[in-house]
């Protein structure tokens, strides 16, 4: 865990609620994108991921700092998101078929998220941004996953790869802007 996350975990289990909103600020969008998996739906993400956050919020006295708190969080966002795909189901199984079953909620007509061109470009962003990163070489696509996957600090991945931290620092930066070049590519040509 790096430094910055730990003493911010204390702060909050010491009573400093505002403390975790640099928590939710640093790891959002990793978790939006993470429960964006599994519901395949963004706005339902953002909801599972609120949902993530406000467990793990709760939880912080229970959390003893033997493993990465992003680790810890990653797996508390990934039972929400379990939770929630069980619980759309047996919605689904509950409904029954109304007479206002095929009228169409204006307001729903006009939400982007929910188009089935939306849910394609995230998906098919989704499906780019995984061949971009299995594109990089092997010995990039591990310092990413290292960093950006398992949340490990510099010094950390120096010590896992036993790589100086400059050649840590400046690999990372290489296989970001392949990705970058890769991304921009996709959306150019999307």
């Not at 790891?27 to 991921?49: G, H, M, P, S």
């Not at 929910?114 to 499906?127: G, T, W």
Request: one cysteine or more.
């Amino acid at each position: 865990m790096e430094i910055d996350d730990q003493s911010i975990i204390k702060q909050c289990q010491n009573g400093d609620i505002d403390a975790f909103e640099l928590i939710v600020k640093k790891y959002q969008t990793r978790i939006i994108n993470l429960c964006f998996k599994y519901t395949k739906n963004y706005a339902d993400a953002e909801d599972v991921a609120q949902e993530s956050f406000i467990k793990a919020y709760n939880g912080l006295s229970n959390f003893r700092f033997e493993s990465q708190f992003y680790s810890w969080l990653h797996r508390i966002a990934i039972n929400c998101s379990i939770n929630y795909i069980n619980s759309k189901e047996k919605t689904k199984e509950k409904e029954t078929i109304s007479e206002n079953s095929g009228l169409i909620d204006s307001n729903e007509a006009y939400n982007l998220e929910n188009m089935p061109d939306h849910y394609y470009n995230m998906q098919n962003l989704a499906n780019e941004t995984e061949k971009a990163y299995n594109n990089l070489p092997e010995e990039l696509r591990q310092l990413v996953k290292l960093r950006e996957i398992e949340d490990l600090s510099y010094e950390q991945i120096s010590k896992t790869t036993e790589l100086p931290i400059g050649t840590v620092r400046s690999r990372l930066h290489r296989a970001r802007e392949i990705l970058i070049s890769e991304m921009k590519k996709i959306i150019k040509n999307g």
